[in-house]
């Protein structure tokens, strides 16, 4: 039994440098996804504002000159899926298959924020109780050091993870309500292009 013990306390402790790498990692990428949401935010700003103004007056009639009004350099995700639409609109399958790709682009552009929620807190819990052990072990043997800075690096840990999975939650929560949305405007269009089609 102590020979097992053993093994799984230096397995334990061999963890903590990848697990600080990766926390690291993480860290870094929650700074750039907070810059890249924030370029997002004002770009789907305009985008917003400018299809909730051409959706007062759209009609199955007047598609055509609401395509061509689409802001040409604005790659966000639903003016391009709108284009998408428009060129398959004679082809009900693909139109439904371009809905369903739109969603997983949505989906693709979400995961980072997914990751950072679910792997900041695990990564900052491992990152807490790896040093636990042999900041024990510095207080068992009076070496007051030792433990002080295991617990530092502990608590270092819970910090850094909790502070990614706070990005990661909150651009998820705000970036899911973006793309039901556009999913929602994609939808609509699709149903008028339905409507041109039976007219």
Do not use: C
Not at 76 to 84: A, K, Q, W
């Amino acid at each position: 039994m102590y020979y097992i013990s053993n093994a799984l306390y230096w397995i334990s402790t061999g963890l903590l440098v990848p697990v600080i790498i990766l926390l690291i990692y993480f860290f870094l990428r929650a700074l750039v996804l907070v810059g890249s949401f924030f370029g997002q935010y004002l770009e789907l700003r305009k985008t917003e504002h400018f299809l909730q103004k051409e959706f007062k007056g759209l009609s199955a009639d007047n598609l055509s000159d609401f395509v061509e009004r689409l802001p040409k350099k604005n790659r966000t995700l639903v003016i391009v899926y709108l284009r998408m639409l428009w060129d398959n609109r004679q082809n009900t399958p693909l139109v439904e298959k371009t809905l369903g790709d739109f969603e997983i682009a949505a989906d693709k552009d979400l995961a980072i924020s997914k990751t950072l929620t679910k792997m900041g807190p695990m990564l900052g819990l491992m990152g807490t109780l790896i040093p636990m052990g042999p900041a024990l072990v510095g207080l068992a043997s009076g070496d007051i050091a030792s433990m002080a800075y295991n617990m530092q690096v502990a608590f270092a840990t819970t910090v850094v993870g909790l502070f990614s999975s706070a990005i990661g939650f909150a651009t998820l929560q705000i970036k899911q309500r973006w793309y039901l949305q556009d999913l929602n405007n994609l939808e609509y269009f699709a149903g008028l292009m339905k409507q041109q089609t039976q007219l």
